[in-house]
């Protein structure tokens, strides 16, 4: 059973804007954290963003002010607004469940044994 299914990704020019989502009607877990990562080719995952069931969220620099996460609680949907987009934010964009670990934990240290990943969506920006 699909746990995570992100969609939204895509090609935009350098200046755009996309959004992300990813379905979580599937996911177990009420506690810990969803996050987005994101792997560019010959580069290693990274997580970019991430929020807690309060709603807190955590942002590395890199994206910080031009990306929004957010939950649809109605829709159990996360998201991910993504404005200003740059040439170096193309990559394969993940979304992600740890059941364990707090936003702030996961975009600092890295996820847990236990983490669900979804399959992926491409975005890729063009200069």
């Known amino acids: 059973e699909v746990q995570l299914a992100e969609s939204g990704g895509g090609s935009v020019e350098s200046g755009g804007s996309l959004r992300l989502s990813c379905s979580t009607s599937?996911?177990?877990?009420?506690?810990?954290?969803l996050a987005w990562f994101r792997q560019a080719p010959g580069k290693e995952r990274e997580g970019i963003a991430a929020?807690?069931?309060?709603?807190?969220?955590t942002y590395v620099d890199a994206v910080k002010g031009r990306f929004t996460i957010s939950r649809d609680k109605a829709k159990k949907t996360l998201l991910l607004q993504m404005n200003s987009l740059k040439p170096e934010d193309t990559a394969m964009y993940y979304c992600?469940?740890?059941?364990?670990?707090?936003?702030?934990?996961?975009?600092?240290?890295?996820?847990?044994?236990?983490?669900?990943w979804g399959q992926g969506t491409q975005v890729t920006v063009s200069s």
């Open positions: 599937n996911y177990p877990h009420r506690s810990g954290s």
């Open positions: 929020i807690d069931y309060d709603d807190s969220a």
């Open positions: 992600v469940g740890d059941g364990a670990r707090s936003g702030a934990y996961v975009i600092e240290y890295g996820l847990g044994p236990l983490a669900v």
